[in-house]
């Protein structure tokens, strides 16, 4: 077993279908629960006129949350790189009237585009990763494994690579290292093999192309949990919006943004975030990178942040009213003070 959460795919996702489609059924223009709310808002602590920004807008909803929670003069920043989801925040969030800062920028651009917001020293920082159920739903973006429309998978449709040009240029070899690294898929080497075979003979270039493919070149396995390709269409999808690389980039931004007592809290669906973001904060909470045989700090480094205690998961109330919350994951940490 890979060691991944029960759900690779991330919040949209439903790990556990059989059905072909992380949705279990048809793709549809669902709307996005967000998950862990209250949790989410205790662990910011987000009081009445604090600064907040939300680095993965979505739907919104848990922006709307912080926005009601910093009532009356509280001011949020919320980003998303997904021209979508900024139109469809817009909509949601016009009652809060400028309170509500909206941009379309990919967070790890966050430590210049913040600071220009007007958001250069903030009481809380969110990052909700992974996709939406919009975006999943949208089969014109390939997210999904019955998508007809074009295996795109960017987030940011303006820039990039779309997840069909990586599976029509990538050799067999790069492929499986692909799928390896950001999908730790046993069988990485023959679903790459299977690609370059099927591409010599037609282009790939929708999700359902993809999924039938990965299914037809694995082994039937004795029980189902999650749909053969889910580990396939989470490495492509983190590959092609470099997802590893922004949320470092994010977390970084964080210790530049965040002003003492600040909270940063983030929430993950699988194991390679989230051994991301459990790293970054213990890192920062013990400041000193000298090697264990150096016998007094010579590096100066000291504690950016405070762990605010084991991670959480969602209510078993919650895992039932909103499956697709199942495979979350919350951290927080507070700034400290240099
Ligand atoms: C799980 S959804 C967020 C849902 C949201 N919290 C809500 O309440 O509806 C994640 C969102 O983050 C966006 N996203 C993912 N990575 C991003 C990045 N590096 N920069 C900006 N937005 C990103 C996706 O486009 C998606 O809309």
Known sequence: MNGNFRDPLGPASDGESVEGSPEGGAEREVGHLPVMVDEVLETLAANADSLQIDAT???????????????????LLGLDADGAAIARAHRRLARFGDRAVLRQTNFRELAQVAPEAGFGAVDGLLMDLGLSSYQLGDVGRGFGFRAGGRLDMRFDTSRGRPASDLLATLDAVELTALFRKYGEEPFAGRISRAIVVARSKAPIETAEQLAALVERSVPAPRARRIHPATRVFQALRIAVNDELGALEAGLAASLVLLRPGGRLVVLSYHSLEDRIVKRFIAAEQRGCVCPPRVPICVCGRRPR?????????????????????RSARLRGAERVAA
């Not at 919104?60 to 949350?65: K, L, Q, S, V």
């Not at 912080?66 to 001011?75: N, Y």
């Open 57 to 75: 807008l979505g739907g919104a909803g848990h922006a709307e949350r912080i926005l009601e929670a910093s009532a009356p003069d509280g001011r």
């Open 305 to 325: 942040l405070r762990s605010l205690g084991r991670s959480r998961t969602p209510r078993a109330a919650e895992i039932q009213s909103n499956p697709r919350s």
